[in-house]
Every structure is written in structure tokens, then in C-alpha cells.
């Protein structure tokens, strides 16, 4: 199949093909970090002296009060990396992720993508960000999508990147619904569908992707004012999926106010046409 267009969207006159171009957005969200659990030396209490443990309470210790929790030590490990201690950040965000923790899957997903701590290594990127996708995290599913389309760290297929971007369009991604409509437009991975492309580039107008304005009133000038109508309208009705928090990386306060700082630590990184953070 063709490539799709690689026209900037911002400068593409309304007549030409949609471009594949997405803005880059950093995840929505990571929180402030909160200091790691230490876990208690076991020898150090059963050795302590009877005269301090004498009229304590005798509260039994379990394996959650030792063991920080992932989302503390994603938290952390941010933390680390913000104030550029990467080493030792990467191994407290791992560790997160290793636990299934889906913002901490996305969070290794670019690291290894820009090789900060790690090597780079998109293959690993790829792994990395199809979990974190599976777990939940909307912009992993995005970045999973534009994984298929480039074909880069993996095998290359329209279609699976046609399931990503309708997955993340559906939780409101602008940049994914605008390319479900290139999609839908150019017959990558779909069946080809002037109505369809009009719904996701008329969805993403009204979510807010200016640079979709053009492809709607070409696209509905291309169709009968009934069909055209009828598709408009649908697209008015559209109502995003809500969002799992935590996979997305917001947790309850009070660490909430991190976030915004932890990812723009990562910073962002452009791969061809297409970059995977996206709004």
C-alpha cells in the first residue's frame, strides 16, 4: 500500500491529501512524587530490646507496608529524572512498570525511543508501549498505532494501525482521529469511506484540531448535503470514552501536581513524519 502523505497539516492547502502529521503532546499527566518506602530490616525488629518494644502496640507487618507500591516509585523515579539523575530514575520507573503499572510502561516505551538511561532501541520502544497500551494508557495506544504505520521496531500493517488510532480516537486523542480520517480517506488499513473519514475529521474539529477544518469542508462538499448532513451530525454527538486515571498517570492527591514537570523531562522526539505523542 502507498504511504500516506507526509504534507504538513498546518501548511496543507485544503485541495491536496491529508498529511499523517500529528502535534507532539508529552503524556497527560504524571504526579508529584512521593518519598519510597524503605523496607524494614526484619532482623533489626526481632533484635530490638524488650524495654522499647514494652507497651507498643503489636501491629503485624505485611508485605504491603514494606514494599513501596508501583505507583510510588513511578513517582519517585520521575522525580529522579527530573532533577537528572536518569540512572537511578529508569530503575524506580522499570521497576513500576514491571508491576503492570501502564504510565510506567509508556514512560520506559520513551525512553528507549529517545535512549535516555537506555540504549535506544525502538524495538524495545515498540514492546514497551504495545503493554502500556493493552494496560490502558490512550497515548501508548496512539504511539502503538504510528508503530504500525511507520513499521519501524516491528512488522508494518495500516490495519493494526487503523485499531490504535480508532482505540485512542474513541478516548478523544485529536491527532488519532485526524489520522482515522486520513485513513478512511486514503483506504490504508480500511476500506476506503468518504463518509467515515468526514466523521473523524469533523470529531476532531469539534474536539479541537483546527488543522481538520479544511478536509471537512472538502470532504462534505465531495457528498450529497443530505449525507453530508447526516454524518455532521453524528459527529456533533460524539461523546469521548472516559479514561482510566491511573493507567493514565493521574493519581489521587496530594501527588498530583507533578505531572507536568516529569513529562517534560523526556522531552520529545520525531521519528519521520509521524511522532507518537500526540494530543
Known amino acids: 500500500?502507498?504511504?500516506?502523505?507526509?504534507?504538513?497539516?498546518?501548511?496543507?492547502?485544503?485541495?491536496?491529501?491529508?498529511?499523517?502529521?500529528?502535534a507532539r503532546l508529552e503524556t497527560p499527566a504524571s504526579n508529584t512524587a512521593e518519598a519510597t518506602t524503605r523496607d524494614l530490616n526484619r532482623s533489626q525488629l526481632a533484635d530490638a530490646s524488650p524495654a522499647i518494644n514494652a507497651g507498643l502496640p503489636r501491629t503485624p507487618v505485611n508485605?504491603?507496608?514494606l514494599t513501596p507500591s508501583p505507583v510510588s516509585q513511578f513517582q519517585e523515579g520521575m522525580r529522579f529524572i527530573d532533577a537528572g539523575q536518569i540512572r537511578?530514575?529508569?530503575?524506580?520507573?522499570?521497576?513500576?512498570?514491571?508491576s503492570g503499572l501502564a504510565i510506567a510502561e509508556y514512560r520506559m516505551s520513551k525512553l528507549y525511543e529517545r535512549g535516555q538511561g537506555v540504549p535506544r532501541d525502538l524495538a524495545q520502544s515498540r514492546e514497551w508501549v504495545s503493554r502500556a497500551a493493552e494496560g490502558g494508557n490512550v497515548n501508548a495506544m496512539h504511539d502503538l498505532a504510528v508503530f504500525f504505520a511507520e513499521g519501524e521496531g516491528g512488522p508494518q500493517s495500516y490495519a493494526g494501525a487503523a485499531q490504535w488510532f480508532r482505540a485512542a480516537a474513541e478516548y478523544g486523542l485529536l491527532d488519532s482521529q485526524?489520522?482515522?480520517?486520513?485513513?478512511?480517506?486514503?483506504?490504508?488499513?480500511?476500506?476506503?469511506?468518504?463518509?467515515?473519514?468526514?466523521?473523524?475529521?469533523?470529531?476532531?474539529?469539534?474536539?479541537?484540531?483546527?488543522?481538520?477544518?479544511?478536509n471537512v469542508?472538502?470532504?462534505?462538499?465531495?457528498?450529497?448535503?443530505?449525507?453530508?448532513?447526516?454524518?455532521?451530525?453524528?459527529?456533533?454527538?460524539?461523546?469521548?470514552s472516559p479514561r482510566d486515571e491511573l493507567a493514565n498517570g493521574i493519581f489521587p492527591e496530594p501527588a498530583q501536581a507533578a505531572v507536568a514537570t516529569s513529562s517534560?523531562?523526556?522531552?520529545?522526539?520525531?521519528?519521520?513524519?509521524?511522532?507518537?505523542?500526540?494530543q
Open 1 to 22: 500500500a502507498p504511504a500516506p502523505a507526509s504534507t504538513q497539516r498546518e501548511t496543507q492547502p485544503a485541495s491536496s491529501q491529508p498529511s499523517m502529521e500529528e
Open 88 to 98: 537511578e530514575g529508569v530503575v524506580l520507573v522499570r521497576a513500576a512498570a514491571d
Open 178 to 214: 485526524f489520522n482515522l480520517g486520513v485513513l478512511y480517506e486514503q483506504g490504508l488499513g480500511v476500506t476506503a469511506s468518504p463518509e467515515d473519514a468526514l466523521y473523524w475529521y469533523a470529531v476532531a474539529e469539534r474536539m479541537g484540531d483546527s488543522g481538520a477544518s479544511a
Open 217 to 240: 469542508s472538502q470532504l462534505a462538499a465531495s457528498l450529497s448535503p443530505t449525507v453530508a448532513q447526516s454524518v455532521l451530525d453524528r459527529a456533533a454527538a460524539f461523546t469521548p
Open 63 to 65: 508485605a504491603q507496608t
Open 264 to 278: 517534560a523531562q523526556i522531552g520529545e522526539l520525531s521519528l519521520n513524519t509521524m511522532v507518537r505523542d500526540a
